[in-house]
T-cell receptor, first 115, second 114 residues
């Protein structure tokens, strides 16, 4: 079973800062890693999915990297804005060999960006 | 766009009641999931289904059952609701059996059991 840890649990920054959210997982034999965003009281929205063969994936101001050997991923948010305030979760599937699409989630980093 | 809908955003029930939470997806996805989310505990998988009439226990199935009679609909059933089942319930779906695809989430149902 995967154990997924996210650090820090909460982060509060002024607008415009570049910031890094961290995710670590225990079993490096993964197909991919995903980052999700959750707004208060809402469901999750997929932000980025990095396949195991990739080292990073970019979408706008977001960049996610994956280092399978060390069991780590980072989500980099450039020039943060108040609209980025949300909880960010990372998730990994079971180890290779599993064909069922379940995910293991970290507990998330709650980000607040103030004007 | 993929759409996952949940029957209620907020629900208040009494202890001992039978509770049905419904989830519908409109993209012909094979997999469907039910999670609960609690402060400090994160998302925990209750049950999932990879085909009609197929179900698998997740990490916390006790006190819950599920039903998938049609591909697009996945129901979570609390046979006899208890106060410790007060939580946010999230439904999700994903396209197929491969683990390469993302999951698409519904807006959630916040359940309060009195």
């Amino acid at each position: 079973k995967q154990e997924v840890t996210q650090i820090p649990a909460a982060l509060s920054v002024p607008e415009g800062e570049n910031l890094v959210l961290n995710c670590s997982f225990t079993d490096s034999a993964i197909y991919n890693l995903q980052w999700f965003r959750q707004d208060p009281g809402k469901g999750l929205t997929s932000l980025l999915l990095i396949q195991s063969s990739q080292r990073e994936q970019t979408s706008g101001r977001l960049n996610a990297s994956l280092d399978k050997s060390s069991g780590r991923s980072t989500l980099y948010i450039a020039a943060s804005q108040p609209g980025d305030s949300a909880t960010y979760l990372c998730a990994v599937p079971p180890r290779r060999g599993s064909t069922l699409g379940r995910l293991y989630f970290g507990r998330g980093t709650q980000l607040t960006v103030w004007p | 766009d993929v759409k996952v809908t949940q029957s209620s955003r907020y629900l208040v029930k009494r202890t001992g009641e039978k509770v049905f939470l419904e989830c519908v997806q409109d993209m012909d996805h094979e997999n469907m999931f039910w999670y609960r989310q609690d402060p400090g505990l994160g998302l925990r998988l209750i049950y999932f289904s990879y085909d009609v009439k197929m179900k698998e226990k997740g990490d916390i199935p006790e006190g819950y059952s599920v039903s998938r009679e049609k591909k697009e609909r996945f129901s979570l059933i609390l046979e006899s609701a208890s106060t410790n089942q007060t939580s946010m319930y999230l439904c999700a779906s994903s396209p197929g059996l491969l683990v390469r695809e993302t999951q698409y989430f519904g807006p959630g149902t916040r359940l309060l059991v009195l």
